[in-house]
T-cell receptor, first 114, second 113 residues
Framework: AQSVTQLGSHVSVSEGALVLLRCNYS??????LFWYVQYPNQGLQLLLK??????LVKGINGFEAEFKKSETSFHLTKPSAHMSDAAEYFC????????????FGAGTRLFVKA | NAGVTQTPKFRILKIGQSMTLQCTQD?????MYWYRQDPGMGLKLIYY???????DKGEVPNGYNVSRSTTEDFPLRLELAAPSQTSVYFC????????????FGPGTRLLVL
């Protein structure tokens, strides 16, 4: 069965610092992996996704993530945090064996300090 | 395109009352989903639909019902509201399954007292 683990329910960084949000997944077949962002009082929106093409995926707002099969990881990074990046971030996994179901992680709330 | 719209934005229910959460999408997506979001728990799938007339249970379907009479609409029904159903509910749609992006509505915040 698929599963997603996000390490750290809260991450705090200073403006201009590196953002690193961790995600590990479990899947019995090649996975599709997603990062979604949720701003306060809004629905989720896609940041980026991995669909078995390039292992380094670039998304919106300067975010990127690297698929590492050997580590079963899909960590999200951004070189320089901006105040507007403060939000909750969800990692998600689906695969052909999952039957239309995308599994979401518990989420990581990112705080950005001035 | 409005995308995915949900009504109402906020509702307070008394225990035992019923209500319908409305969801509409204008992207001609076949796949639609209902999730609930509880603090620290991520999103849990309640029901999903792969097309008009076809629905199926997700991870947490108890206490809910859905219908899909048109491609655009996917209402979620709570028949006998319970405090455990206090949550934020999100509707989403996608063009297909697996690798397809899901597009989310703004959510309905429900409080059952």
């Amino acid at each position: 069965a698929q599963s997603v683990t996000q390490l750290g329910s809260h991450v705090s960084v200073s403006e201009g610092a590196l953002v690193l949000l961790r995600c590990n997944y479990s899947s019995s077949v090649p996975p599709y992996l997603f990062w979604y962002v949720q701003y306060p009082n809004q629905g989720l929106q896609l940041l980026l996704k991995y669909t078995s093409a390039a292992t380094l995926v670039k998304g919106i707002n300067g975010f990127e993530a690297e698929f590492k099969k050997s580590e079963t990881s899909f960590h999200l990074t951004k070189p320089s945090a901006h105040m507007s990046d403060a939000a909750e971030y969800f990692c998600a996994v689906s695969d052909a064996a999952g039957g239309f179901k995308t599994i979401f992680g518990a989420g990581t709330r990112l705080f950005v300090k001035a | 395109n409005a995308g995915v719209t949900q009504t109402p934005k906020f509702r307070i229910l008394k225990i035992g009352q019923s209500m319908t959460l409305q969801c509409t999408q204008d992207m001609n997506h076949n796949y639609m989903y209902w999730y609930r979001q509880d603090p620290g728990m991520g999103l849990k799938l309640i029901y999903y639909s792969v097309g008009a007339g076809i629905t199926d249970k997700g991870e947490v379907p108890n206490g809910y019902n859905v219908s899909r009479s048109t491609t655009e609409d996917f209402p979620l029904r709570l028949e006998l509201a319970a405090p455990s159903q206090t949550s934020v509910y999100f509707c989403a749609s996608s063009l297909g399954q697996d690798q397809e992006t899901q597009y989310f509505g703004p959510g309905t915040r429900l409080l059952v007292l």
